[in-house]
């Protein structure tokens, strides 16, 4: 039999002990087949190891496993620390775990190599845990242990579990140690704590370059950025090429791209690939394309990275057919153009609204024979949100099932949020239920889709899960909890989230502070309402358009249009808002007035716009009049304008105009019990019983169902919902309707 490990010489070993390069393990494809009775030195197999670990060699690394193990070596902590990190490099995760536990006795350097090799294999709440665990067995962990665990921790975003970390490290002695520090920083960083991150940094004893590329790319933000590269500098350091990626990374305004550019000239950076497609990047970042082109043109190092990247560049500035076209180019020049290039094209169109282009590239994708991959995928799902297509949603689905991609994160968390976009909440709640190791945007998203289908006790309830496991909410979460405990009234949550907004500087956030504004108005607190837009800091449109929403719902029609006209520059919301303040106040010219207006500020009337006028003049019994703006309507009217004439009709005894616009309705196909019921009302009101039963009749065939009420009620911080007729459904409902009805028994006396 033919041995499958070649001969390792007496030679090669003589070699080893020099420092030998890396290409000599492909002379021992070329040696005679080892001898068994050949014994080596364990720094001999070190060597290999190591060597096998720069190159991946699997197969070499599996073989040097067998002849240490026959050697008697197995005992060997050094050598079996690196086959872990041989094992769990190349994939082969079982193997490392299975020589980590047979060990006879755990020390530090193979803690560390399982704490590597879980999280080079992306788990790594299992390489947190085996650190604590080790820890409690008596292990005591190095320097070089907080700074494997501290990344790990980095990339499952886990505040608390940092901060933790970082306790344990200052206890065990590390807590000035320069690699524990610079872990610390980037953790922090990840974990969404710059706070923390600055802190540590200002305290380190001494910081080296690493030091401050963590702190530079921490803050992501330029202006922060430039001012850590300019106290770099005044510390006796420069920066190197990690460091001009970071803050390239980081600019949005041309001056500094530029004065970037020129130190890489200078300090000459320019023939780095890497940095010169930062540099393309940065420029397509800032709208800067011809700077782009040239710096792309100029380069004599480009690779697919660099093409990629100038695609990119044209796609982010909506340059379509540029970018193709370059795409066409890439594949004239040789280079094989992959998934990536692909992927870069989808997300910048998906991200700048071009759904339609976005899905036009994947088709292209798929007919040139290439599968897509995690990005692909995750790039293209908001894309089909954008365009409503269930069904590209769905099958996009079964394609990552079929190619096991479907596990994947931010595949989970994109199909989440697509099928909560479509109103299908059932596909999104199994998604996120098979999504294992949840990260805040995974909740947040199915928090959101609950939100925005108005399932708004599922939401507070997802919520209450996400604190209990230990995951920090973001300002994206907070604004969607909001908007439940608006819809439910539910005060007590509302203010709970109001102080943690105030705690981690949430509340100065736009969205967030638009959104306490909502809650505090919808749960009839118009005072606190108005409190906290005062306290807004950057008053936007967004906060000025809610804060008008809210004196419309309270009925202070005076108050919504006196804000109205403080805004230089309403858009198609603001109008909404104060057409709808006017309609609840029966403001019926300043409401004309108003939709008059829309052609001043370039805003053009849409079908909200039209519902609302409508719906005021129909108030005040201007029927005709408001049925004569339906003929101006620029597009087809919705059933939804013809429901609010329908219930001006009833509410005015209109019978003509009602009968005209259920007829509209009826012909629309809509299957909304509403309508069917108001119309059915109006006709049994006037007596037209034969055409009320035809109107049920026509119910019957349709299969439209009356919709089933239900209300909410807060309690000791938990929403109840109830149902009408639904007593069953409560775990408590048959006690409670044994009160209604002792009460009801009670109220009878009293009248009596």
């Known amino acids: 039999m033919k041995p499958f490990f070649p001969s390792l010489t007496t030679t090669l070993f003589k070699s080893l002990s020099s420092s030998p390069p890396k290409p000599y393990l492909r002379t021992i494809s070329s040696l005679a087949p080892l001898s068994h009775t050949s014994r080596f030195a364990p720094q001999q197999y070190l060597h ?74 992306g788990l790594y709440h299992e390489a947190v845990d085996l650190f604590h665990r080790k820890r409690k067995q008596g292990i005591k962990p190095d320097s070089y242990t907080f700074s494997c665990v501290l990344k790990a921790c980095a990339s499952i975003s886990d505040l608390s579990q940092a901060k933790e970390l970082h306790e344990l490290a200052v206890e065990c002695g590390f807590g000035s140690d320069l690699f524990v520090c610079n872990a610390l920083i980037c953790a922090y960083a990840k974990c969404g704590s710059l706070e923390d991150s600055s802190k540590v940094f200002d305290e380190m004893p001494q910081r080296d370059v690493v030091s401050w590329n963590s702190i530079i790319s921490a803050y992501g933000f330029e202006l922060e950025a430039v001012q850590k590269v300019k106290m770099m500098f005044r510390s006796g350091l420069k920066p190197d090429q990690v460091t001009i990626i970071s803050i390239l990374s980081s600019c949005s305004t041309t001056i500094v791209v530029r004065e970037v550019h020129g130190y890489v000239l200078r300090m000459g950076f320019e023939n780095t690939s890497v940095v010169q497609n930062g540099l393309i990047s940065a420029y397509g970042t800032c709208s800067r394309v011809i700077e782009a082109r040239r710096t792309f043109d100029s380069s004599s190092l480009k690779d697919r990275v660099t093409w990629n990247a100038m695609i990119s560049v044209y796609a982010q500035n909506l340059l379509f057919e540029e970018s193709m076209q370059l795409l066409r180019d890439m594949k004239l020049h040789g280079f094989d153009v992959d998934v990536v290039t692909y992927s870069g094209i989808i997300s910048s169109f998906s991200q700048n609204d071009l759904s339609d282009k976005a899905i036009t590239v994947f088709a292209e994708l798929l007919s040139t024979g290439l599968k897509p991959d995690v990005v692909a995928i995750a790039s293209v799902l908001p894309a089909i949100s954008g365009l409503s297509c269930l069904n590209y949603c769905k099958e996009i689905h079964a394609h990552s099932l079929r190619h096991k991609l479907e596990p994947d994160r931010r595949v989970q968390n994109a ?110 607190r118009i005072v606190e309402s108005r409190r906290m837009f005062d306290l807004v800091k950057d008053k936007n449109v967004v906060a000025y358009n809610v804060m008008i929403g809210a004196y419309a719902f309270h009925g202070q029609g005076e108050n919504a249009l006196e804000m109205f006209r403080t805004l230089e520059e ?83 005894n209109n019978l003509d105009i009602g009968v005209y616009t259920g007829a509209q309705i009826l012909e629309s196909k809509s299957v909304s019990s509403g309508y069917y019921v108001l119309l059915s009302n109006m006709l049994a009101e006037c007596g037209r019983w034969q055409d009320v039963e035809v109107m049920r009749e026509m119910m019957k065939e349709k299969g439209v169902k009356k919709c089933v009420g239900f209300s909410w009620i807060e309690l000791d911080g938990v929403v109840h919902s109830f149902v009408a007729k639904g007593g069953a459904q409560y775990p408590e409902g048959d006690g409670l309707f044994f009160v209604l009805s002792i009460l009801n028994e009670h109220m009878k006396e009293m009248r009596s």
């Open 570 to 652: 309403p858009d198609h919301v603001s109008f909404i808002a104060a057409l709808s303040a006017c309609s609840h106040g029966g403001l019926v010219n300043e409401g004309m007035e108003i939709f008059n207006s829309l052609k001043n500020f370039t805003v053009s009337p849409r079908e909200g716009h039209y519902a609302l006028i409508m719906d005021l003049l129909a108030r005040a019994g201007r029927l005709e009049e408001a049925l004569d703006l339906i003929g101006t309507m620029p597009t087809k009217p919705s059933v939804e304008i013809w429901g609010v004439l329908l219930g001006a009709s009833k509410v005015h």
């Open 48 to 121: 290999l190891l190591d060597s096998c670990i720069d190159t991946e060699h699997l197969i070499l690394g599996s073989q040097i496993h067998t002849r240490i193990l026959i050697s008697g070596l197995r005992d060997d902590s050094f050598l079996s620390a690196k086959l872990i990190a041989l094992y769990s490099l190349c994939g082969d995760l079982k193997t490392s775990v299975s020589i980590f536990d047979e060990f006879p006795s755990c020390n530090v350097f193979l803690l560390n190599a399982m704490i590597r090799g879980y999280s080079s294999n």
């Open 415 to 524: 199909l989440v949020s697509v099928y909560s976009k479509h109103g299908e909440i059932q596909c999104a709640e199994q998604v996120f239920k098979a999504t294992g190791d949840r990260d805040v945007i995974s909740w947040s998203s199915m928090v959101v889709g609950y939100a925005q289908n108005q399932y708004f006790v599922e939401a507070l309830n997802t919520f209450r899960e996400m604190v209990r496991a230990k995951t920090e909410p973001n300002s994206i979460t907070i604004t969607s909890v909001l908007s439940a405990c608006a819809g439910v009234s539910g005060l007590r949550l509302g203010k709970e989230l109001h102080l943690w907004a105030i705690k981690n500087i949430f509340e100065d956030h736009s969205f967030v502070g638009a959104a306490l504004i909502d809650m505090y108005a919808k749960c009839g």
